[in-house]
């Protein structure tokens, strides 16, 4: 499985953007989807999750700012980023859980998201 995210760039605080990761190769192998994130310094984070029905979690630092979604026809994860805050500035890593495993075994290469204030 490949995972191939777009979407980050810089943007003032108080604004949007959206991410997208579009899965490829043994999509059939994948079931829940999400969004992690690491700041400089930092450890990596859970954003957001969502599995192949439709059921999501999030961390609360992004609850009712962040969306998560997903289009199963397309592969394809969303997350629409508002109100962003720049503590919210990180590289975004897309990545899924293996049905074989159930650990998250496929990561994308990571889109940096900078939030100036």
């Known amino acids: 499985v490949q995972l191939q995210a777009f979407g980050g760039g810089l943007v003032q605080a108080g604004g949007s953007l959206r991410l997208s990761c579009t899965a490829s190769g043994s999509i059939f192998s994948i079931e829940t989807m999400g969004w992690y994130r690491q700041a400089p310094g930092n450890q990596r984070e859970l954003v957001a999750t969502?599995?192949?029905?439709?059921?999501?979690v999030y961390a609360d630092s992004v609850k009712g700012r962040f969306t998560i979604s997903r289009d199963n026809a397309k592969n394809t994860v969303y997350l629409q980023m508002n109100s962003l805050k720049s503590e919210d500035t990180a590289v975004y890593y897309c990545?899924?859980?293996?049905?074989?495993?159930?650990?998250?075994?496929?990561w994308g290469q990571g889109t940096l998201v900078t939030v100036s204030s």
């Open positions: 969502i599995t192949s029905g439709g059921t999501t």
């Open positions: 990545a899924a859980l293996s049905r074989a495993t159930w650990t998250y075994d496929y």
